[in-house]
């Protein structure tokens, strides 16, 4: 009786340890996605709205690729498709001016 007691106890641990990690997940993602927001507004000078929606797009792309991680099925071509989702998305947000400059960051920050 005493043993599974004690099993249950660790199994209820490591169950609230799982939520707090992914409650850590989806605030890093949150974090991400509020910082890259923010460096594309100065750059790019964008209103609130799209700021909005910019940040939306971002918090979509981090759970996507928190997703993929934890899958344990990361290929190129997974990551590629994430990637092109996202530029598809912030290219539909923003008008053509500042996706233009949205491109030369993006390959500033590859490159």
Known sequence: ???????????????????????????????????????????????????????NAYKEYGKARANLVNSKTVTNEAVTKLRMRLTDKIESILNEQQFEGYKAYIKEQQG
């Not at 005493?2 to 974090?31: D, P």
Request: proline share 0%; hydrophobic share 45%.
């Open 1 to 55: 009786m005493r043993k599974l007691i004690t099993l249950c106890l660790f199994v209820f641990a490591m169950i609230l340890g799982t939520e707090s990690a992914t409650a850590q997940n989806i605030i890093e993602i949150n974090n991400q996605a509020s910082v890259q927001t923010e460096t594309l507004r100065k750059l790019l000078k964008f209103d609130s709205d799209q700021r909005d929606q910019v940040y």
